[in-house]
């Protein structure tokens, strides 16, 4: 796949990261019946953010169900090695509460405060800055962080919390950042996370 360097995926990558992952959380949704109405959506085209989310969760929770997964599609109607590759790439993922502290050119960075790691982390379809137009970083929020195209980005289901920084948690992340930046220690691929 073609990789561009900026904030967010190409049009080509968000496609097939959406081909891969709603047919996932489907066949998720399906298998441990955790939302009566996402099928629906999902058909009308609309599905319920929220739903999605739960679903997710699961997901996330026992990564063992991607290998279920893998194995049923590949059974059942062949499933590409470029795909299952990436799919198996999602069994570790990362979730946590972040603090998004700033956005540069090529995303946007994602500090997890309980182990002091640094990402930076692409937008799927727009830039991080675009999906809180409202909010000045520090932003504090839950995501799902998981490797695609040789690079970091969420599973889309983000959820920002009302959480105000204080002036020294806004410096200690700044902080964060700069050793980070400074060290070369900024994880820009979770396949090669140290």
């Not at 399906?30 to 996402?38: F, H, K, P």
């Not at 994602?110 to 937008?123: M, Q």
């Not at 599973?155 to 920002?160: M, R, S, T």
């Not at 919390?161 to 700044?174: D, P």
Request: glycine fraction near 6%; aromatic fraction near 10%.
């Amino acid at each position: 796949m073609k990789k561009e360097n900026g904030a967010t995926l190409s049009s080509e990558e968000s496609s097939s990261f959406f081909r891969l992952f709603l047919p996932l959380l489907q066949a998720v949704n399906y298998n441990y019946e955790i939302s009566d109405t996402l099928e629906e959506q999902l058909r009308a085209g609309r599905p319920s953010m929220r739903d999605l989310k739960e679903v997710a969760a699961a997901l996330w929770e026992d990564t063992g169900i991607l290998d279920e997964y893998i194995k049923a599609v590949s059974e059942q109607c062949g499933l590409p090695e470029e795909d299952r590759l990436v799919l198996e790439s999602w069994k570790h993922p990362v979730s946590a509460t972040f603090v998004l502290e700033r956005h540069l050119s090529k995303g946007s960075i994602f500090i997890n405060p309980e182990t002091g790691k640094v990402y930076l982390v692409k937008g799927l379809t727009q830039k991080w800055s675009e999906m809180f137009p409202w909010a000045k970083p520090p932003i504090v929020l839950e995501a799902t962080l998981i490797p695609f195209c040789g690079c970091i980005i969420s599973d889309g289901l983000v959820a920002p919390l009302r959480v105000s920084l204080g002036s020294g948690y806004k410096e200690s992340f700044k902080q964060l950042y700069l050793e980070a930046k400074q060290s070369g220690r900024i994880i820009t691929n979770l396949d090669k996370e140290p």
